[in-house]
């Protein structure tokens, strides 16, 4: 036998997965494991499903079905990197969770379409309880499908509006207008922002409250103090060099994110200004390198503890009556931590 028919003769004995009658019926994974564990799913797709079943002679793992209960234990966490803040995330929903019971999986998927679908059939298949998601819009169409076939979802740090979940969120508004109001109550004129990416539900809230501060203040802002960074530390180091070529550069900067605020330290670094000499500055996230950072940088603390209880608590009593609760929405408050970062203008 040659190595190729030997291949091939593997490939035919290979048996069939749950993904490939997923994949020849043209349904998602969670709707293939719902209809095999006897919760309704729609007609036609029950349809297509037992025809897929019957023409790949997909056989369930009779050992694996006895072994399964009506839950997993298991919550899934779809996110797209593990950076300072997702992974701060991790740790204290982990913690949470496991107090009640359930270990925390997750997958990260860069923001890539194909990694996305591929996270979404992985917690599918590994049939988790509920899933907790960084909302992105790229992601709607592909969870939607998930959702309808009653996948527990709960979002945090950024919305997908429209979708029927839960959600808790840093009331991101609201805090950006109170770190921005005290740059205007310190006799700032010209307050920048380096703003994040307004695809994301963060970046247009921490803009607007950046614009309700100053209409609070009467101050009208200039546009030419608002840059996109795009939440990025090359992009905020290119940002406040942006600012400081202008004929009259601002005295005070509202930076959205630590990335963003780690590249304008950096570019004020190596051009020998000081803050708050040469500028008053507020980041958004507090995180430890801006603890460090001498200054102190002022920023915006991320309300993680609190995000990540009530996460639990909400998927917790979900689980336990799904029909005795509506949908949560809530916005959590943050707290804005003072250090030595700004100074009132004389």
């Given amino acids: 036998m040659t190595s190729q028919s030997h291949t091939s003769t593997l490939a035919r004995k290979r048996p069939a997965t749950i993904i490939d009658v997923a994949q020849a019926a043209g349904v ?116 939607t499908p998930y959702i309808e076939d009653g996948l527990v979802v709960v979002l945090y740090d950024n919305d ?83 600012l400081f070529s202008l004929p009259d550069p601002p005295t005070a900067l509202f930076s959205a994110n630590y990335n963003m605020t780690l590249g304008i330290l950096t570019y004020l670094h190596e051009v020998g200004m000081q803050v708050p000499r040469d500028l008053s500055l507020i980041s958004f996230d507090d995180v430890p390198a801006l603890r460090l950072h001498n200054p102190g940088i002022t920023a915006v603390a991320q309300p993680i503890e609190e995000v990540a209880q009530t996460i639990t608590g909400i998927i917790d009593k979900r689980l336990s009556d799904p029909a005795a609760m509506g949908r949560h929405d809530v916005r959590i408050d943050c707290n804005i931590i003072l250090r030595d970062s700004t100074r009132r203008l004389a």
């Fill in 28 to 143: 998602a994974v969670g709707t293939v494991s719902r209809h095999l564990n006897g919760l309704p799913v729609r007609a036609g797709n029950r349809d297509q499903i037992e025809r897929a079943i019957a023409a790949l002679g997909y056989r369930r793992n009779s050992t694996a079905v006895a072994m399964k209960t009506d839950t997993t234990h298991i919550v899934g966490f779809l996110v797209p990197s593990l950076g300072e803040f997702h992974a701060a995330m991790l740790e204290k929903l982990s913690r949470k969770m496991r107090l009640t019971g359930r270990a925390v999986l997750s997958f990260c998927h860069d923001l890539q379409p194909a990694s996305i679908r591929e996270g979404l059939e992985f917690f599918a298949s590994h049939r988790v309880d509920a899933l907790v998601l960084d909302g992105e819009e790229a992601i709607r169409h592909e969870l």
């Fill in 160 to 242: 997908i509006p429209g979708l029927p979940v839960d959600r808790v969120l840093a009331d991101n508004r609201r805090a950006s207008a109170r770190a921005v109001a005290h740059l205007l109550d310190l006799g700032h004129k010209r307050v920048a922002t380096l703003h994040g990416n307004l695809r994301d539900s963060a970046g247009r809230e921490r803009l607007a409250g950046f614009h309700d501060a100053h209409a609070a203040h009467g101050v009208p802002p200039d546009p030419a103090l608002i840059v996109d960074a795009d939440w990025q530390e090359i992009r905020g180091y290119e940002g406040v060099r942006e």
